[in-house]
């Protein structure tokens, strides 16, 4: 599904990620943890093909193509979905209108006539059960207004009816309270499938109790600096950061 | 006063000439009168159209005080100084006889013109319940469903027509609102103007149909001055669409169009106007004058008026559509997307001019500048003394898109009754980098992200209008802005 080789990014000249490596299967779940200014967010924007970031080094492989040639919406038609930290508003635009467009954008590149309103609805409407959304937020404006959980809840909303292949969770649990973190998470773990690969990236070890991943890495200073299973994030959790950095400080770099 | 630039990144400011869709010259024999302006030339005009006395002689004390005028510079536009004596006054389609008396009488080259435009005339207006007074320069070629109209008392006619078919609703109206003293483009039009629209609305009478007029400027080096007067009688109804594009050109054009709406006890007028004239080219090289007067007169108590107007075109924009509220319990609101693009500059908005009693007004507008434009809201609420319980709200917001444009706001307000109770808004925003990766990173390209940031911005103003012309408004929308942000 993905595999990331050797990646270096820079912004603004300075090196964010120096050397990341990591290979997702089909039907993983992978956990990237890391302290804060260890390039988790960085990581997830050069993925999804956010602009401004300077490519140095390595390569990105997804589904057997360059990743790091498409273009942003190009690798969103073929799959991969980023469900934002911080998911703006726009104002104006109701939600159903850009759940519409951005499916259809999908369906248009997978050479799909594109719903018709009816069928959309009823598509739409069965979504909403997963993350336990009023249908009226269907008809507000993108994000406007909405609670930091319901911005949340309506990218899992996203992710549910855009069917992604590979799903970058960005802090997806960063603001929410242990109800709205509940139900995000029940919400991600109906979509697990063998045939999609779902990356979280996280600060805190509390998500991972909700969402229980097949591995968990831990990113410092623009690296991947230990890799292991669920064990290593309670690791972690019990000894902080700390630990990792003075265990990995004899690491080459 | 506000004023404001943008400071947006690098990326969002790479801009490609836009095509425009209605830019083509329809071959055809027009009768020109030579360029030049005197008293020869109105009394020339007048005759040509075999106008009643009264109008020649209320065109040359038109003429006659506009020569004491000076151009208007308080305006935040710039242009090189026109010349008035280059233009050509009088501009129609030659014609065997004095007009035609159906469609199958009109030139079939002016019908493809319209056909191009998108003008539903024929059974495809009937369908679309549209009656289209179809403006080619200065005459009325195709006017339809006068018959149906008829029935209901209703009267939609060509200005020069309704000269002669009802002078006594002229003499009375004409000028009323917009005096020819008012400003310098309308002394200027009350001159020479060669053609427009009259529309009259009984008591008791809702119109049945959305009434149209499609103004279309197609003659070399014309002005066009178009003169409306729309006149709702109490207790009526009626909504007219206006729709304006002229075909490129290297050299400017003028329009300088008047528009008078009279509104009686409890009636009520919608006016909308999608306007996409010829903008010029990304250099700035040709496009429209646009110096319109548009105002209306709310008369009668509970009478209500709303100016919706989508602006895309023209390269300079000049226009405040207005209202005077004089009837108690009046009501006027002034909805406005103004969108500038490449070199083009606009300065629109409204005058609100509350005179009677618990009148209220509603101003929203929306400015929206790319590439090098300048795009400013000018407005101003006035509660006169005797107007108690005056309320106003007034909304205005522009979104910059590059770092080159500039949105500025001019509000203008007067209170001189302590009752009156004034709101005012206004807001700058640009469309962010994160708005547009957001919507990348959900499939779609950055046209159908720019169209879609924008008609979100734009929708309080779009759903003001009637359906088709909204779909229009949007469509126009998006291509206006094509290629603005990179």
């Not at chain 1, 990591?22 to 990237?32: Q, R």
């Not at chain 1, 057997?64 to 969103?76: G, P, Q």
């Not at chain 1, 960005?170 to 709205?180: C, V």
């Not at chain 2, 924008?454 to 929308?477: D, H, T």
Request: charged fraction near 25%.
């Amino acid at each position: 599904m993905l595999e990331i080789k050797n990646l270096h990014a820079s912004i603004d000249g300075k090196e964010i990620l120096r050397g990341i490596n990591l290979t997702v299967n089909a039907g993983e779940v992978h956990a990237i943890m890391g302290p804060n200014g260890a390039g988790k967010s960085t990581l997830s924007n050069v993925l999804a093909g956010r602009d401004g970031y300077e490519i140095t080094q390595g390569e990105v492989i997804y589904k057997n193509e360059d990743l790091l040639a498409l273009a942003a919406e190009e690798r969103a038609q073929r799959g991969l979905f980023l469900a934002f930290q911080y998911p703006v508003e726009i104002p104006g635009v109701s939600n159903v209108y850009l759940l519409k467009a951005a499916l259809n954008a999908v369906r248009e590149y997978q050479g799909l006539d594109e719903l018709d309103a009816m069928d959309f609805l009823t598509l739409v409407r069965s979504k909403l059960e997963l993350v336990q959304m009023d249908e009226k937020f269907l008809n507000r404006g993108v994000n406007e207004g909405f609670s930091g959980g319901e911005k949340k809840r309506n990218e899992i909303l996203q992710m549910a009816l855009l069917e992604p292949s590979l799903a970058i969770l960005d802090e997806t649990d960063s603001g929410l309270d242990i109800d709205a973190l509940r139900i995000v998470s029940d919400g991600v773990n109906a979509l697990r499938s063998p045939d999609r690969s779902i990356v979280m990236i996280t600060h805190y070890q509390r998500l991972l109790d909700y969402i229980v991943p097949d591995f968990v890495h831990v990113l410092s200073d623009g690296r991947i600096v230990k890799s292991g299973d669920k064990e290593l994030a309670k690791e972690l959790e019990k000894s902080g950061y700390s630990w990792v950095n003075e265990e990995s400080a004899g690491l080459p770099a | 006063m506000v004023t404001l630039m943008s400071e947006q990144a690098q990326q969002i400011e790479d801009f490609v000439p836009n095509e425009y869709a209605a830019g083509f010259v329809t071959d055809i024999e027009s009768e020109s009168l030579p360029p030049g302006l005197d008293e020869g030339v109105i009394r020339e005009i007048s005759r040509i159209k075999d106008e009643p006395e009264f109008m020649l002689e209320w065109r040359l004390q038109a003429y006659r005080h506009w020569l004491t005028l000076e151009t208007p510079e308080w305006a935040h536009v710039q242009y090189p100084p026109i010349d008035y004596q280059a233009l050509s006054y009088y501009s129609a389609p030659k014609q065997k006889t004095d007009g035609p008396k159906s469609l199958d009488e009109v030139d079939p080259e002016l019908l493809k013109t319209y056909e191009k435009l998108g003008v539903p005339l024929e059974e495809r207006a009937r369908l679309a319940g549209v009656a289209v007074d179809a403006v080619f320069d200065s005459v009325s070629v195709a006017n339809t469903f006068q018959d149906k109209l008829a029935e209901e008392g209703i009267i939609f006619m060509p200005f020069s027509k309704a000269l002669k078919a009802h002078p006594e609703l002229i003499k009375k109206y004409l000028g009323t609102v917009v005096s020819y003293r008012d400003n310098f483009y309308a002394a200027l039009n009350s001159a020479v103007f060669s053609d427009g629209s009259f529309i009259y609305i009984p008591k008791g009478v809702r119109c049945p149909m959305e009434l149209s007029t499609y103004f279309r400027i197609n003659a070399a080096n014309t002005g066009q001055f178009e003169r409306t007067l729309i006149i709702a009688d109490d207790d009526s109804y009626v909504s007219y669409l206006e729709g304006c594009t002229a075909p490129m050109r290297d050299e400017n054009q003028l329009h300088a169009a008047v528009v008078e709406l009279v509104i009686m006890d409890r009636a009520q007028i919608k006016y909308s106007t999608v306007q996409n004239w010829y903008p010029g080219d990304e250099n700035g090289v040709g496009g429209i004058f646009n110096f319109v007067t548009k105002r209306a007169a709310c008369r009668g108590e509970s009478s209500k008026v709303s100016w919706t107007q989508v602006e895309t075109g023209s390269a300079i924009t000049w226009k405040y559509p207005s209202v005077i509220l004089q009837g108690d319990n009046s009501i006027g609101e002034f909805y406005s997307v103004a969108v500038t693009n490449n070199l083009q500059q606009a300065d629109t908005g409204t005058k609100m001019i509350h005179l009677g009693k618990n009148t209220s007004s509603t101003i929203i507008s929306k400015g929206i500048a790319a590439g090098r434009s300048q795009n400013s809201y000018r407005g101003l609420v006035r509660v006169g003394p005797n107007a108690e319980n005056a309320r106003n709200y007034t909304e205005c917001d522009s979104l910059l898109m590059g770092d080159k444009c500039g949105a500025h706001t001019f509000p203008y307000i007067e209170v001189k009754n302590p009752t009156a109770q004034v709101e005012h808004e206004a807001s700058t925003s640009k469309i962010s980098e994160d708005q547009l990766f957001y919507c990348k990173q959900r499939g779609l390209d950055v046209e159908d992200a720019v169209s879609m940031i924008v008609n979100g911005f734009c929708k309080q103003v779009i759903r003001e209008l009637p359906m088709e012309f909204a779909v229009e408004a949007q469509n126009l929308l998006g291509l206006s802005l094509e290629g603005s942000v990179g």
